[in-house]
């Protein structure tokens, strides 16, 4: 009879150990922090508004078809992120040596800079004569910073601009392949480059036919996070070991109720 109690004993302590593991993997899940904003409107195309230039107004489709671009809202008149932001992507830029083509287009969000104020800025951080970086403005910045999902608010209070650090990829063709919010490090602004470059990526938060396993997807449509295989997938081994401690327990009953007749 004790070895049994022992088995008995034995299970439960292997059922509640499930029932933990379990609870780590959900909570794991749940309390992932991935930014979903860095998700919409990937994989549409940027508005092609007119931006001002030192050669003149153009479309801004002129620069990206040239070489992929990455666009940075910013303005001059910025006392928060916007200096770091610059500071911080062109010594990356720098320290990288990157050899892949590309441009870095800053654009001011801000209707009261003029492209001399854009000019004084460039050269504020010593990029006026850097072929790659392009300092423009447009009349044009509500369906560009709409077509980003960029939402800058003015506070009256400060006379700033409450607003997120971005950096939005495109490539040749105007598509929105990435999205980086927050002053990030060196892989991801690789992971960008690669991107615009239409090269081949490991892994994607959105589902696409080349990956199959994340616990969670964005949706654009709803914009809300899904539960997706991957989950399942993580949670399988804690899952066949419920299943399994279960049927031991069941079947020691069993076989305890057999002896005992």
Same mark, same amino acid.
């Given at each position: 009879?004790?070895?049994?109690?022992?088995?008995?004993?034995?299970?439960?302590?292997?059922?509640?150990?499930?029932?933990?593991?379990?609870?780590?993997? %959900? $909570?794991?899940?749940? #309390?992932?922090?991935?930014?979903? =904003?860095?998700? *919409? @409107?990937?994989?549409?195309?940027i508005?092609?508004?007119?931006?001002?230039?030192?050669?003149?107004?153009?479309?801004?489709?002129?620069?990206?078809?040239?070489?992929?671009?990455?666009?940075?809202?910013?303005?001059?008149?910025?006392?928060?992120?916007?200096?770091?932001? %610059? $500071?911080?992507?062109? #010594?990356?830029?720098?320290?990288? =040596?990157i050899? *892949? @083509?590309?441009?870095?287009?800053?654009?001011?969000?801000?209707?009261?800079?003029?492209?001399?104020?854009?000019?004084?800025?460039?050269?504020?951080?010593d990029?006026?004569?850097?072929?790659?970086?392009?300092?423009?403005?447009t009349?044009?910045?509500?369906?560009?910073?709409? $077509?980003?999902?960029?939402?800058?608010?003015?506070?009256s209070?400060i006379?700033?601009?409450?607003?997120n650090?971005?950096?939005?990829?495109?490539?040749?063709?105007?598509y929105?392949?990435?999205?980086?919010?927050?002053?990030?490090?060196?892989?991801?602004?690789?992971?960008?480059?690669?991107?615009?470059?239409?090269?081949?990526?490991?892994?994607?938060?959105?589902?696409?036919?080349?990956?199959?396993f994340?616990?969670?997807?964005?949706?654009?449509?709803?914009?809300?996070?899904?539960?997706?295989?991957?989950?399942?997938v993580?949670?399988?081994?804690?899952?066949?070991?419920?299943?399994?401690?279960?049927?031991?327990?069941?079947?020691?009953?069993?076989?305890?109720?057999?002896?005992?007749?």
């Amino acid at each position: 009879m004790d070895i049994y109690r022992f088995n008995e004993k034995m299970y439960k302590s292997i059922f509640i150990c499930t029932i933990v593991l379990l609870s780590n993997y %959900i $909570s794991f899940a749940q #309390e992932s922090n991935y930014n979903y =904003d860095e998700e *919409k @409107d990937i994989y549409k195309v940027i508005s092609n508004v007119t931006i001002e230039t030192e050669q003149g107004n153009q479309k801004l489709s002129t620069i990206y078809e040239t070489s992929p671009t990455i666009l940075v809202l910013i303005y001059t008149r910025c006392y928060g992120i916007c200096n770091p932001l %610059i $500071s911080n992507l062109s #010594e990356q830029i720098q320290q990288l =040596d990157i050899k *892949k @083509d590309f441009r870095v287009l800053v654009v001011s969000f801000d209707a009261a800079d003029r492209l001399s104020d854009m000019e004084r800025y460039a050269q504020q951080f010593d990029l006026q004569n850097d072929a790659r970086w392009i300092f423009v403005t447009t009349k044009q910045i509500k369906p560009l910073i709409e $077509s980003v999902n960029f939402n800058p608010k003015w506070d009256s209070t400060i006379q700033q601009f409450d607003h997120n650090a971005l950096l939005v990829g495109l490539n040749t063709n105007g598509y929105i392949t990435k999205k980086i919010i927050g002053i990030r490090g060196s892989n991801e602004l690789q992971a960008m480059l690669k991107e615009i470059n239409n090269e081949f990526i490991v892994s994607y938060p959105l589902p696409r036919k080349n990956m199959l396993f994340s616990c969670f997807t964005y949706n654009p449509t709803t914009g809300k996070s899904e539960l997706s295989i991957g989950l399942l997938v993580m949670l399988a081994p804690a899952l066949i070991t419920f299943i399994i401690v279960l049927s031991l327990i069941k079947l020691g009953k069993k076989q305890r109720k057999t002896l005992v007749k």
